[in-house]
Nanobody, 123 residues
């Protein structure tokens, strides 16, 4: 059974940094595009970042460009999201996602989702 398990969320102050990780099991990780999404209270889930299977292609939402960095370690079946210069509007539950299709990840129609990790940024 495929599992995506996120870690690294927490409560931080504006301007701080956090690094999220997502460990995948029971899938051929190096064949999958991986992504991060987030959902704030009362809002729809939104795309944050995506990374291709070989890490050569990345894409970010405009709201996080220049502040967040997505990366992956195929040897560890893990994808990361480094979040710098955090803002209160970054507060959300962050979800890891995976699919073999790039278009599915950037479009939000992915096959596999993690359970989410809470990130709260205080002002």
């Amino acid at each position: 059974q495929v599992q995506l398990v996120e870690n690294g969320g927490g409560l931080v102050q504006a301007g701080d940094s956090l690094r999220l990780s997502c460990a995948a099991s029971a899938l051929r990780f190096n064949l999958y595009t991986m992504g991060w999404f987030r959902q704030a209270p009362g809002k729809e889930r939104e795309f944050v970042a995506a990374i291709s299977w070989n890490a050569r292609t990345v894409q970010y939402a405009d709201s996080v460009k220049g502040r967040f960095t997505i990366s992956r370690d195929n040897a560890k079946n893990t994808v990361y999201l480094q979040m710098n210069s955090l803002k209160p509007e970054d507060t959300a539950v962050y979800y890891c996602a995976g699919d073999q299709r790039w278009s599915a990840v950037v479009g939000g129609a992915v096959t596999y989702w993690g359970q989410g990790t809470q990130v709260t940024v205080s002002s």
